[in-house]
T-cell receptor, first 114, second 116 residues
Framework: NAGVTQTPKFQVLKTGQSMTLQCAQDMNHEYMSWYRQDPGMGLRLIHYSVGAGITDQGEVPNGYNVSRSTTEDFPLRLLSAAPSQTSVYFC?????????????FGDGTRLSIL | AQKVTQAQTEISVVEKEDVTLDCVYETRDTTYYLFWYKQPPSGELVFLIRRNSFDEQNEISGRYSWNFQKSTSSFNFTITASQVVDSAVYFC?????????????FGPGTSLSVIP
C-alpha cells in the first residue's frame, strides 16, 4: 500500500527559485491538504482541497499555489522561494473532510531555502 | 478563534512510568472534533484517536487512554507504563463547523522522551 507519496524527500533551493512539491495518494480520498511544520509551531495548514477542481486557503497560504486536476494528485508550488519557507512540508489525505476523518500523512519533504 | 494549547513543550520520563500529555482547546462551537497524532523520530505522522464533542466517554486502547472533559475544554492523553517506543512528538488537533470542518488546527506538540 503506497498511501500518500511525497517527492522529493529533500530539496535545497536558492532564494527566488521556484519548485513544485509533489503529492499523490492511491486511496481515492477526496480531501487533501498541505501543512508546514516549524519548530515549536506544530503543523500549519497551507492549502487544502475537498475534491478535484476545488482548492482553498489555509492559515499560511502566502507564497504557495496549489491545483487539483485529479483526485490522486495535489502539487504544491513555491512561486519564488524565500528563506522563511524553509520548513518540513507534509501532504495529507482523508476519506472525508480532514476535520471529521483521520488524515493519512506522507513522509514529508524537508526544504531548505538559501 | 480556534486554538489548541499544549503547554508541555518537552517531557522526560523513565521507562514504565505513567505520563499524561495535556491538551486544552478553544472553540465557540458545541460540535467539534478533536484528534491526537504521533510523530516518532522517523518523522511520519500517525493518527491515534478522533473524538466527537458529543461523545464524552473516556477511551482506552492498550496502554493509551484519553480523558475528554468538555467542562474544562481539555482532551488529555495518558500513556501507562511508558516504553522507549513511545518517544515521539504528540500533537493535539481541533476542527469545528466554523470552517466547515475543512481546516484542522494543530497544537504546537509535546515532545516525549522515554528513558530506558
Amino acid at each position: 500500500n503506497a498511501g500518500v507519496t511525497q517527492t522529493p524527500k529533500f530539496q535545497v533551493l536558492k532564494t527566488g527559485q521556484s519548485m513544485t512539491l509533489q503529492c499523490a495518494q492511491d486511496m481515492n480520498h477526496e480531501y487533501m491538504s498541505w501543512y508546514r511544520q516549524d519548530p515549536g509551531m506544530g503543523l500549519r495548514l497551507i492549502h487544502y482541497s475537498v475534491g478535484a477542481g476545488i482548492t482553498d486557503q489555509g492559515e499560511v497560504p502566502n507564497g504557495y499555489n496549489v491545483s487539483r486536476s485529479t483526485t490522486e494528485d495535489f502539487p504544491l508550488r513555491l512561486l519564488s522561494a524565500a528563506p522563511s519557507q524553509t520548513s518540513v512540508y507534509f501532504c495529507a489525505s482523508s476519506l472525508g473532510t480532514g476535520g471529521r476523518q483521520p488524515q493519512h500523512f506522507g513522509d514529508g519533504t524537508r526544504l531548505s531555502i538559501l | 478563534a480556534q486554538k489548541v494549547t499544549q503547554a508541555q513543550t518537552e517531557i522526560s520520563v523513565v521507562e514504565k512510568e505513567d505520563v499524561t500529555l495535556d491538551c486544552v482547546y478553544e472553540t465557540r462551537d458545541t460540535t467539534y472534533y478533536l484528534f491526537w497524532y504521533k510523530q516518532p523520530p522517523s518523522g511520519e505522522l500517525v493518527f491515534l484517536i478522533r473524538r466527537n464533542s458529543f461523545d464524552e466517554q473516556n477511551e482506552i486502547s492498550g496502554r493509551y487512554s484519553w480523558n475528554f472533559q468538555k467542562s474544562t475544554s481539555s482532551f488529555n492523553f495518558t500513556i501507562t507504563a511508558s516504553q522507549v517506543v513511545d518517544s515521539a512528538v504528540y500533537f493535539c488537533a481541533l476542527s469545528d463547523p466554523k470552517t466547515s470542518y475543512d481546516k484542522v488546527i494543530f497544537g504546537p506538540g509535546t515532545s516525549l522522551s522515554v528513558i530506558p
